[in-house]
């Protein structure tokens, strides 16, 4: 299914979004983290109230995601959806579903913390900020820009792969017996129409500095950290 594409003028919405861009109220902050960890930009912002929520959602150009009507009344909102389920797995379902977005994931692509895309950086260049068994078993590593976290294939990935898994081949789909995930060349992950593991092996799992599964199943996600010193490389 296409879904509706922000990107283009309606007749309720004529003014068009630039690009696809979210903003995940403080009600579905998980959400907004599921959305990151498919590759997704989204800003995740509970320190404002409502009124600074619409104002970035409008300045920012995004798509205001919410379980408040009253917010997404607002006049300045023009793109916005009133989240019905109550479970993140649902509702990023129910958000792939309105917006088209099945064939446009690219996970692990993007901070869950922060929002920033990750960049590879040398295994040299963070070896003091790894742990004994770390530095033995892994060899790829990438950080955030935004916030100095560090990714690696490590233990938390499989279940969020899962999760996402099942989210595109949720029934009813056109093509989600087909679509599946599977590593890419830069040992990321991208969403495949041919299904299938890169040479036939186990997807790696993905780590983090911090525990990337506490922001889905535990605190609040926070919102746009202050860029931290780079690591030098």
């Not at 590759?39 to 300045?59: K, N, Q």
């Not at 950080?143 to 595109?168: E, F, Q, T």
Request: glycine share 8%; aromatic share 6%.
């Amino acid at each position: 299914a296409t879904g509706i594409e922000p990107r283009a003028p309606a007749r309720l919405r004529p003014l068009a979004l630039p690009s696809r861009r979210f903003v995940a109220d403080v009600n579905v902050t998980r959400l907004g983290a599921l959305l990151r960890m498919a590759g997704f930009d989204c800003l995740c912002l509970p320190e404002l109230d409502d009124a600074g929520i619409a104002e970035t959602a409008a300045r920012e150009g995004c798509i205001l995601l919410s379980r408040d009507r009253n917010l997404l009344k607002r006049k300045i909102i023009i793109h916005g959806h009133l989240v019905r389920s109550h479970l993140p797995e649902r509702q990023l379902a129910e958000v792939f579903d309105l917006y088209g977005l099945d064939h446009k994931v690219r996970p692990f692509t993007r901070c869950m913390k922060c929002n920033t895309l990750l960049r590879p950086i040398r295994k040299e260049a963070i070896l003091e900020r790894l742990e004994p068994l770390t530095k033995k078993y892994y060899a790829a590593f990438f950080i955030c820009k935004g916030c100095n976290s560090l990714y690696w294939p490590g233990s938390h990935r499989d279940k969020m792969a899962a999760l996402l898994a099942r989210v595109l081949s949720r029934p009813g789909r056109p093509g989600a017996d087909r679509l599946a995930l599977r590593p890419d060349t830069k040992g990321l992950g991208r969403a495949s129409p041919q299904g299938g593991l890169a040479n036939g092996s186990r997807e790696p799992a993905w780590a983090a500095e911090p525990d990337p599964l506490s922001l889905i199943d535990g605190p609040a996600v926070t919102g746009r950290a202050q860029p931290a010193p780079e690591v030098q490389r």
